[in-house]
Antibody
Framework: QLQLQESGPGLVKPSETLSLTCTVS??????????WGWIRQPPGKGLEWIGS???????YYNPSLKSRVTISVDTSKNQFSLRLNSVTAADTAVYYC????????????WGLGTLVTVSS | EIVLTQSPGTLSLSPGERATLSCRAS???????LAWYQHKPGQAPRLLIY???SRATGIPDRFSGSGSGTDFTLTISRLEPEDFAVYYC?????????FGPGTKVDIK
């Protein structure tokens, strides 16, 4: 059974960089059929897609966040990572990593999510 | 960007009743790229429907999806106690994903 788990600091200071890693187990991140993405949910709000990456390193991002986001992949560790720079309180959210297919473009496996709070 | 609108915002029903949730897109969405999720507090969202009408693995047949173009519907034929949750629609188009604001199905 495929499992995804987010890890990283739960508290980030304003103007600094948020860094999270998603570790994939029970399957290979190098499977050619899938992409790996990040989605977030601010408190009391809905879901927002941040960006996605293919195992080759090809990425695409939400245009509203593109200038601040970098997603990378480490196939040797079966992990992919998120960096969001210049954070503000508006970036406080539960951050999820998830897998989506290249055919149906729906997220079929998700991590449990990790709360990141931006505060001094 | 394609904007998704969901209605109603909250649906108050009793177990055993039928739930009909609507998702409307600001422009036409490929049916292949329309999905529905169930989300409960403290849990990861769960894929219910992909391709507008195909049930994901392990999803009970009381959940069904329909629609095309700009209007899509998720129907829960008979609500079970575990179905009370928030439901989101999601689309993919122009190299980006967007989610609707959600419909909360709560117990009447």
């Amino acid at each position: 059974q495929l499992q995804l788990q987010e890890s990283g600091p739960g508290l980030v200071k304003p103007s600094e960089t948020l860094s999270l890693t998603c570790t994939v187990s029970g399957g290979s991140i190098s499977s050619g059929s899938y992409y790996w993405g990040w989605i977030r949910q601010p408190p009391g709000k809905g879901l927002e897609w941040i960006g996605s990456i293919y195992y080759s390193g090809s990425t695409y991002y939400n245009p509203s966040l593109k200038s601040r986001v970098t997603i990378s992949v480490d196939t040797s560790k079966n992990q992919f990572s998120l960096r969001l720079n210049s954070v503000t309180a508006a970036d406080t959210a539960v951050y999820y990593c998830a897998r989506h297919g290249g055919s149906w473009y729906s997220f079929d496996y998700w991590g449990l999510g990790t709360l990141v709070t931006v505060s001094s | 960007e394609i904007v998704l609108t969901q209605s109603p915002g909250t649906l108050s029903l009793s177990p055993g009743e039928r739930a009909t949730l609507s998702c409307r897109a600001s422009q036409s969405v490929s049916s292949s790229y329309l999905a529905w999720y169930q989300h409960k507090p403290g849990q990861a969202p769960r894929l219910l429907i992909y391709g507008a009408s195909s049930r994901a693995t392990g999803i009970p047949d009381r959940f069904s999806g329909s629609g095309s173009g700009t209007d899509f519907t998720l129907t829960i034929s008979r609500l079970e106690p575990e179905d009370f949750a928030v439901y989101y629609c999601q689309q993919y188009g122009s190299s980006q994903f967007t989610f609707g604001p959600g419909t909360k199905v709560d117990i009447k």
